[in-house]
């Protein structure tokens, strides 16, 4: 575990946050992983990429989620991990992938419970970006040639997904502003205010520690 910077960003469909950490990384002479982490996770645990990208972000049973936490809370070995199952693969690879970037660099790390893979860490800041449904709709309708009817129903499916995903392997609730450091809407902020405003709360925080 070390001191590098990590921006974890959960993010609502249509909202930017992919968008948002790019800049801010740029901003930061750092790097931004969002699908970038697939294809870390699927080289480190020898999977092929495909395999991550079918299990993006989506829960598992309840059985296997138990079976994968205690795997994980008690190790696992090279073998043991050729016999898991898939689904339980592809999550370890992840939550591994997520805490071998933070132990080697500072970066902005988007979605896949990465606030709660680096809860231990000291120096992770989590941030979540909302938006307004209208400004979301327009949002996806001009990124992916959608009408507003399709865009909505595109919102309202991943962030779905995205919930459902978070509350199966974290202690918290999706998008709830107690989940996170920060929360903010980037349809009152625009993408650049977002990125700012959270320059300045990294600012902040360090002048919080250094006061202590």
Request: proline share 2%; net charge neutral.
């Amino acid at each position: 575990m070390t001191g590098n910077l990590v921006i974890t960003i959960g993010r609502e469909c249509g909202s930017g946050g992919r968008l948002i950490g790019n800049r801010l990384a740029e901003k930061l002479n750092i790097k931004c992983y969002d699908k970038e982490l697939l294809t870390l996770a699927a080289k480190k645990s020898g999977l092929c990429e495909e395999i991550f990208e079918s299990h993006d972000e989506k829960p598992t049973s309840s059985f296997l989620y138990s079976l994968v936490m205690d795997s994980y809370s008690m190790g696992y070995s090279t073998s043991s991990f050729i016999d898991m199952p898939l689904n339980h693969k592809v999550f370890l690879a992840q939550f591994d992938t997520i805490k071998h970037l933070a132990d080697t660099e500072s970066c902005v790390i988007v979605g896949r419970c990465a606030d709660y893979a680096l809860a231990e860490y000291p120096n992770v800041l989590s941030v979540f970006i909302s938006g307004n449904m209208d400004e979301k709709i327009k949002y996806i309708s001009k990124l992916y040639d959608k009408t507003p009817e399709k865009a909505k129903d595109i919102i309202v499916k991943t962030d779905k997904k995205r919930s459902n995903y978070y509350n199966y392997y974290t202690s918290k609730k999706w998008g709830d502003a107690r989940s996170y450091d920060v929360c903010l809407n980037s349809s009152v902020l625009g993408p650049e205010g977002t990125v700012d405003a959270i320059l300045e709360i990294i600012k902040l925080r360090e002048r919080n520690r250094a006061g202590k």
